[in-house]
């Protein structure tokens, strides 16, 4: 039993209602349980393989999901990089090994299947790129027709080769991701269509099972402190609220604290909590090599600052080439391939580290969104050509030892 709720004025709608903010205030809606039949033990969860799935009793869905296999990402314990950063224990979640290489896919995996349950004919959604590669493919699995929109020329290549590959309708926007999200609203609004940004309560459903498998996989001890990138602010308000929600439950004894990090040229989440703001005032030309976090008027803004104050996290921004240092790192040291919005969330430890507002001695796991291959272009354009010889061994001999 569950009901959308408004986190504003707490009105509540029914499950099957076709609202994605409240028709009374205009605030953010959220999904609630009553879970008071429900009895769940740790030991439940032994031996069942991880994925999003793993956790169906705590998630909204009642069919037969919409599914590639979403979840059970690893959790690396990165011994080499906390020491040379100076904190006691660095453990990243690699998000970018879901099924399309991004996070959305838990969303997706929720939010397809609920467009299922509830009769939808066309999904849509604006993005700065992994959402509409992730619904594009989810909706191909689902046979129901998908609409994308982009901001023009800011879209990583790996993300648009997905969505037309897919099969979406993509819609290049002349306008930033900002616009788009205007437009495809609009769309949703005056079509019928179902909107899966994260806006729709139902994805961020999926996205906090990132909260459940960290929990998991640490043994239902909980981190520290979460460091993550913030876009949109749907994913650290949903992590936030999976952490609640095993604490509400019994099955761990403490909410870490949600660090959110932004790019310095697209950072109104940061501006806000630097200012002890409740929500934040939109940046209207955002701009960031990180093109995926690359959004000036964060609709999920007022959660992801609750959650930021609620947990007594912080906010930060790191530069361009703070984010291309730390991708280097990451790559380098511990082998993770990402791109460049995920690596705000290293540049953003570090960061936090050099001016105290992090201690050594905490236990802190960094997420990592998005896959490498992403964004190829952003790689070539940041790395050591490849040296190009004739095909000699002196040629070889050379070029290796120059
Ligand atoms: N990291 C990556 C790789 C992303 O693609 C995004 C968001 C974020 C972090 C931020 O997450 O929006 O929940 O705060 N990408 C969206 C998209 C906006 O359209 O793909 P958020």
């Given at each position: 039993?569950?009901?959308?709720?408004?986190?504003?004025?707490?009105?509540?709608?029914?499950?099957?209602?076709?609202?994605?903010?409240?028709?009374?205030?205009?605030?953010?809606?959220?999904?609630?349980?009553?879970?008071?039949?429900?009895?769940?033990?740790?030991?439940?969860?032994?031996?069942?393989?991880?994925?999003?799935?793993?956790y169906?009793a705590?998630?909204?869905?009642?069919?037969?999901?919409?599914?590639?296999?979403?979840?059970?990402?690893?959790?690396?314990?990165?011994?080499?990089?906390?020491?040379?950063?100076?904190?006691?224990?660095?453990?990243?979640?690699?998000?970018?090994?879901?099924?399309?290489?991004?996070?959305?896919?838990?969303?997706?995996?929720?939010?397809?299947?609920?467009?299922?349950?509830?009769?939808?004919?066309?999904?849509?959604?604006?993005?700065?790129?992994?959402?509409?590669?992730?619904?594009?493919?989810?909706?191909?699995?689902?046979?129901?027709?998908?609409?994308?929109?982009?901001?023009?020329?800011?879209?990583?290549?790996?993300?648009?080769?997905?969505?037309?590959?897919?099969?979406?309708?993509?819609?290049s926007?002349?306008?930033?991701?900002?616009?788009?999200?205007?437009?495809?609203?609009?769309?949703?609004?005056?079509?019928g269509?179902?909107?899966?940004?994260?806006?729709?309560?139902?994805?961020?459903?999926?996205?906090?099972?990132i909260?459940?498998?960290?929990?998991?996989?640490?043994?239902w001890?909980?981190?520290?402190?979460?460091?993550?990138?913030?876009?949109?602010?749907?994913?650290?308000?949903?992590?936030?609220?999976?952490?609640?929600?095993?604490?509400?439950?019994?099955?761990?004894?403490?909410?870490?604290?949600?660090?959110?990090?932004?790019?310095?040229?697209?950072?109104?989440?940061?501006?806000?909590?630097?200012?002890?703001?409740?929500?934040?005032?939109?940046?209207?030309?955002?701009?960031?090599?990180?093109?995926?976090?690359?959004?000036?008027?964060?609709?999920?803004?007022?959660?992801?600052?609750?959650?930021?104050?609620?947990?007594?996290?912080v906010?930060?921004?790191?530069?361009?080439?703070?984010?291309?240092?730390?991708?280097?790192?990451?790559?380098?040291?511990?082998?993770?391939?990402?791109?460049?919005?995920?690596?705000?969330?290293?540049?953003?430890?570090?960061?936090?580290?050099?001016?105290?507002?992090?201690?050594?001695?905490?236990?802190?796991?960094?997420?990592?969104?998005?896959?490498?291959?992403?964004?190829?272009e952003?790689?070539?354009?940041?790395?050591?050509?490849?040296?190009?010889?004739?095909?000699?061994?002196?040629s070889?001999?050379?070029?290796?030892?120059?």
């Amino acid at each position: 039993m569950y009901t959308q709720k408004c986190i504003q004025c707490q009105e509540e709608y029914p499950p099957e209602k076709i609202v994605y903010t409240c028709p009374k205030c205009g605030g953010l809606l959220e999904i609630v349980y009553d879970w008071s039949g429900l009895s769940i033990n740790k030991k439940d969860f032994n031996a069942i393989p991880l994925s999003v799935w793993k956790y169906k009793a705590l998630l909204p869905v009642k069919r037969e999901p919409i599914s590639i296999n979403e979840g059970g990402t690893p959790l690396y314990l990165c011994d080499r990089l906390s020491e040379k950063i100076g904190i006691n224990k660095l453990y990243v979640k690699h998000e970018g090994l879901n099924p399309t290489g991004s996070f959305k896919d838990r969303g997706m995996t929720v939010g397809v299947s609920i467009a299922m349950e509830l009769g939808m004919k066309t999904v849509a959604c604006a993005s700065t790129g992994n959402t509409s590669a992730s619904l594009a493919i989810y909706g191909a699995k689902a046979d129901i027709p998908v609409v994308v929109m982009l901001p023009a020329g800011k879209v990583a290549m790996g993300k648009v080769a997905q969505a037309i590959m897919h099969g979406a309708k993509v819609l290049s926007v002349r306008g930033n991701f900002d616009k788009a999200l205007k437009l495809v609203r609009e769309l949703c609004d005056d079509e019928g269509f179902y909107l899966l940004n994260s806006v729709n309560p139902y994805r961020l459903e999926g996205q906090k099972t990132i909260a459940f498998e960290i929990a998991d996989q640490m043994g239902w001890e909980v981190p520290d402190r979460l460091v993550l990138p913030v876009g949109n602010a749907g994913n650290i308000s949903a992590i936030y609220k999976g952490f609640k929600e095993l604490y509400n439950l019994g099955l761990t004894d403490r909410i870490p604290k949600m660090t959110g990090i932004q790019a310095q040229g697209s950072c109104p989440v940061v501006n806000a909590f630097k200012q002890t703001q409740k929500d934040i005032i939109a940046i209207p030309d955002p701009e960031t090599i990180a093109t995926a976090i690359r959004i000036g008027d964060p609709v999920n803004a007022v959660k992801a600052l609750r959650a930021i104050y609620e947990s007594g996290g912080v906010s930060e921004s790191v530069s361009d080439d703070e984010i291309v240092t730390a991708q280097k790192q990451l790559a380098r040291i511990e082998g993770i391939g990402v791109e460049p919005a995920s690596a705000s969330s290293i540049a953003g430890l570090k960061k936090l580290i050099q001016t105290g507002l992090i201690t050594q001695d905490e236990t802190v796991v960094c997420v990592t969104t998005g896959h490498l291959l992403k964004d190829p272009e952003e790689v070539l354009s940041i790395c050591e050509d490849a040296i190009e010889i004739d095909a000699t061994a002196e040629s070889v001999r050379r070029a290796v030892f120059q």
